[in-house]
């Protein structure tokens, strides 16, 4: 019988850190089964014992280590160990924790929401997605998976709404043009096609539905009714909460407050052992990297010096959304969203921007929160890693939401100082459109989740089945191979 051991720094408990306070689990002896195929082909179910007792590593020393920070001494070892906990994270490992009888490790530099997660607007929608695109299948699946969370909690007896802020309102893709028309249109013959349900609206039926809205008499809308949106904020709490479950059998950790500095790999096979924290080095069998827009960087420093060539395009694509509170003079019966947003989306690079190109696109967005605040987005920038917020940004959206809801016209960017808030994060964009979802090559047991851009929260549940799958060896429910990282990041 083949053991793991997941040794405590000093105390000789397991712990589990939540902000940076550790809670401790006495439970010293329990076993699993556990069913993988990460070294080969698939092992059947079988009985390890997991021992959470004692101190020092149960490793030898680490004997490749690449990256930027010292190797530490305190050790643990998981089956998989998880860089990121943003709603990409967290729901791998979820998803591992509820699919399979592995241990997982969670490890952040801050804490979840503190990237692109928490600044997300809870769109889940498929109105705004092109049917026959390389992401349409998983986004379809992932929003089809939403659905079913959200059954299963209202089965449990409570209610979606308060745990996910999850609210069945429809989508509506407004344009103002006739030539937007002609391409909500086309939209719902496509998203029909697809097996969807999906209306165009004259502006005088969006009026009735929607009676805030102005799209002038040569306007329309798409309007899918079966379309979703969530509280970022609620549905993280929830998961951490699932995941946190699993603590209490010794499945579970969380290291928040720990930036990742490098990678230990074997002498023997050069595959990869274990993360080097700030603080600890986990051990996993497989490590997945779900770093959001910071995961080109963080691989760079981690297949330092190793012959693996990597480049994982990803970078910041920043966007500001506004929270306007005690607005009452605006109510919203649906989600809105311009019909241009979906150029933005999908606007891709030419290879003479470079990095630092401004690129800025608004495109107007609106929604209501679960406390009933209006929110209104969006813009999206390439200017590197800064989160500041910019008063022309918050000019710019106020002025195009302004444009689709004449009631905004009254509100100045005084009258928004008083009562509003401005959320930022940063996008992980990928220049090809894609998020990237699969094995390093090269590294067998390293495994990439990032590049979500603007639709991390939608696919979450999706990328989060495709990974688990992946390492499990199972074949996947969606085609992985659009998203794999091979020839597109080496
Ligand atoms: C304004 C805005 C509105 C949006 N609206 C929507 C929407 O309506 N619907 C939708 O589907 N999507 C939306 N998105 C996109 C969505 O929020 C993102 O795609 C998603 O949050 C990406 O999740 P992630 O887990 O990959 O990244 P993140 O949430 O950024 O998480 C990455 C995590 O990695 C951690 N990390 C980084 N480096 C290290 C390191 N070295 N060591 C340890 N940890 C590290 C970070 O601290 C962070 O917590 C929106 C985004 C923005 C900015």
Known sequence: MASIAVNSPSSGSNYFMKDGVASFNTNRLCSFSFESSLFGSKISTKQLTLSVNGTGTTRPKPTIYSGSGPVKASSHSFDVVIVGAGIIGLTIARQFLIGSDLSVAVVDKAVPCSGATGAGQGYIW????????????????????????????????????????????????????????????????????????????????????????????????????????????????????????????????????????????????????????????????????????????????????????????????????????????????????????????????????????????????????????????????????????DDAIILHILKRAGDFFPKLKELSLTDFSKNGKVRVGLRPYMPDGKPVIGRVPGLSNLFLATGHEGQGLTTALGTAEMVVDMVLGNPTHVDNSPFAAQGRCC
């Not at 299963?152 to 028309?181: A, E, N, Y």
């Not at 904020?233 to 699932?242: F, N």
């Not at 995961?295 to 970078?315: F, I, P, W």
């Not at 694509?317 to 109510?331: A, C, P, T």
């Open 126 to 389: 498929m109105v705004n997605k092109n049917p026959g695109s390389e992401t349409w299948e998983l986004t379809k699946r992932s929003h089809q998976l939403w659905k079913m969370l959200a059954e299963t909690i209202r089965d449990q007896g409570m209610d979606p709404f308060q745990v996910l802020g999850w609210k069945k309102t429809g989508s509506l893709l407004v344009g103002r043009t006739p030539g937007d028309s002609v391409v909500l249109r086309n939209r719902v013959r496509q998203l029909s096609e697809a097996g969807l349900r999906a209306e165009y609206l004259f502006s005088n039926e969006l009026l009735s539905k929607e009676p805030a809205v102005f799209v002038g008499s040569d306007g329309g809308a798409a309007f899918a009714p079966d379309d979703c949106q969530l509280d970022a904020w609620r549905t993280v709490s929830y998961i951490e909460k699932v995941n946190r479950n699993f603590a209490l059998e010794g499945r579970y950790a969380e290291f928040y407050h720990e930036p990742v500095t490098g990678l230990v790999r074997s002498t023997n096979t050069g595959e990869v052992e274990a993360v080097q924290t700030s603080n600890n080095t986990l051990y996993g069998k497989a490590i997945v990297v779900a770093a959001g827009c910071w995961s080109r960087s963080l691989m760079h420093d981690l297949v330092r010096g190793s012959n693996v060539k990597l480049d994982v395009l990803v970078k910041p694509r920043k966007g500001h959304l506004l929270v306007i509170e005690n607005f009452n003079s605006l109510q919203l019966n649906h989600g809105l969203m311009e019909v241009g947003y979906v150029d933005h989306q999908n606007a891709i690079l030419t290879s003479e921007q470079d990095d630092h190109s401004q690129t800025l696109a608004v495109s107007m967005t609106a929604t209501m929160d679960t406390m009933g605040n209006l929110i209104l987005g969006s813009s999206r920038q390439f200017v590197g890693f800064s989160t500041e917020v």
